[in-house]
């Protein structure tokens, strides 16, 4: 069983939105630090969002204000809902999980899910 997996990407135009979602199958789950990360076609992967044990939340600049990462740890459960899409976002989005928010938030958490395609058209 694959311990992070994501679904809801798909292809939206500009100025609309998705929610990402991100299950997980990691024991004490509510401890671990939460994010997302994106890789867009011949960059790096970059940090989208995380989410502390706390719900303390870090968004980068690029997406401040239309982007929000939430967890239900009852469901084991990571989300990002993002708003006033840009064909920039277009990317594939990886939902990430590690006990350190330093390791995760420096994009060397312990775990990794597979991703899941992100497109935004103009």
């Known amino acids: 069983q694959e311990p992070l997996v994501e679904s809801g990407g798909g292809s939206v135009q500009a100025g609309g939105s998705l929610r990402l979602s991100c299950a997980a199958s990691i024991d004490n789950y509510r401890w671990f630090c939460l994010g997302w990360f994106r890789q867009a076609p011949g960059k790096e992967r970059e940090m989208v969002a995380t989410?502390?044990?706390?719900?303390?939340?870090n968004y980068a600049d690029s997406v401040k204000g239309r982007a929000t990462i939430s967890r239900d740890n009852a469901k084991n459960t990571l989300y990002l809902e993002m708003n006033n899409m840009k064909p920039e976002d277009t990317a594939m989005y990886y939902c990430?999980?590690?006990?350190?928010?330093?390791?995760?938030?420096?994009?060397?958490?312990?775990?990794w899910g597979q991703g899941t395609q992100v497109s935004v058209s103009s």
């Open positions: 989410i502390d044990d706390i719900n303390e939340t």
């Open positions: 990430a999980a590690d006990a350190g928010l330093g390791r995760l938030a420096a994009g060397r958490p312990s775990y």
